[in-house]
């Protein structure tokens, strides 16, 4: 099994490819050790000293790692956790286990703004941050302000600030005129 890495914009994540699927629909995020009993895999990662987040897309997991370690000297453990698990048949989500990934419902009277800002964020915006091994989901719209959901790699990454309001926000502005300003928010 080879595994290619990627590196990510932000400097404490690491975007790792083993060549199979990781997940078949949606994504999940395991932002501490303790969110990670969902998964074996994830927990597994979490194993090796030093990890700090796990996050999972369709063919990608992105590990972040804490600030006292270098990528030198986690990169093979985290390899090898990954080469580990997915030859051990295990699955990569325990049975009964849901993962989200997908935006925030919204009742109100918005209900139309808020589906254009979703097909938005699912059809420009998504694709783009997975790229970076990150996901930002739709959290709520109130008053003009969206609201969106940082993951992975782009959770803690210091251009988020930059792509959530030169990126993101013009873009929902340029297409939504009702869009005023978007915000991140951790959940």
């Given at each position: 099994?080879?595994i290619q890495?990627?590196?990510?914009p932000?400097?404490?994540?690491?975007?790792?490819?083993?060549?199979?699927?990781?997940?078949?629909?949606?994504?999940?995020?395991?932002?501490?050790?303790?969110?990670?009993?969902?998964?074996?895999?994830?927990?597994?990662?979490?194993?090796?000293?030093?990890?700090a987040g796990v996050?999972f897309?369709?063919?990608?997991?992105t590990?972040?790692?804490?600030?006292d370690?270098?990528?030198d000297h986690?990169?093979?453990s985290?390899?090898?956790?990954?080469?580990?698990?997915?030859?051990?048949?295990?699955?990569v989500?325990?049975d009964?286990?849901?993962q989200?990934?997908?935006?925030?419902?919204?009742?109100?009277?918005?209900g139309?703004?808020?589906?254009?800002i979703k097909?938005?964020?699912?059809?420009r915006?998504?694709?783009a941050?997975a790229?970076?091994g990150?996901?930002?989901?739709?959290?709520?719209?109130?008053?003009?302000?969206?609201?969106?959901?940082?993951?992975?790699?782009?959770?803690?990454?210091?251009?988020?600030?930059?792509t959530?309001?030169?990126?993101?926000?013009?873009l929902?502005?340029?297409?939504?005129?009702?869009?005023?300003?978007?915000?991140?928010?951790a959940?």
């Amino acid at each position: 099994m080879f595994i290619q890495t990627e590196s990510t914009p932000n400097p404490a994540t690491l975007k790792f490819l083993p060549g199979l699927t990781v997940l078949e629909m949606g994504t999940a995020d395991f932002p501490t050790a303790d969110a990670a009993a969902a998964s074996p895999l994830a927990q597994r990662l979490f194993a090796v000293d030093g990890v700090a987040g796990v996050f999972f897309g369709n063919d990608f997991v992105t590990v972040t790692k804490g600030d006292d370690i270098d990528w030198d000297h986690l990169k093979p453990s985290i390899l090898g956790a990954i080469m580990e698990h997915f030859q051990s048949g295990q699955p990569v989500m325990a049975d009964g286990a849901t993962q989200a990934g997908g935006h925030a419902d919204h009742d109100g009277e918005d209900g139309e703004i808020v589906g254009q800002i979703k097909e938005l964020l699912d059809s420009r915006v998504r694709p783009a941050v997975a790229q970076d091994g990150g996901d930002i989901t739709f959290h709520g719209f109130d008053r003009g302000v969206v609201y969106l959901h940082m993951q992975g790699a782009c959770a803690g990454c210091p251009s988020s600030t930059l792509t959530l309001k030169m990126g993101i926000e013009n873009l929902l502005r340029h297409y939504i005129p009702e869009v005023t300003e978007v915000r991140p928010v951790a959940v």
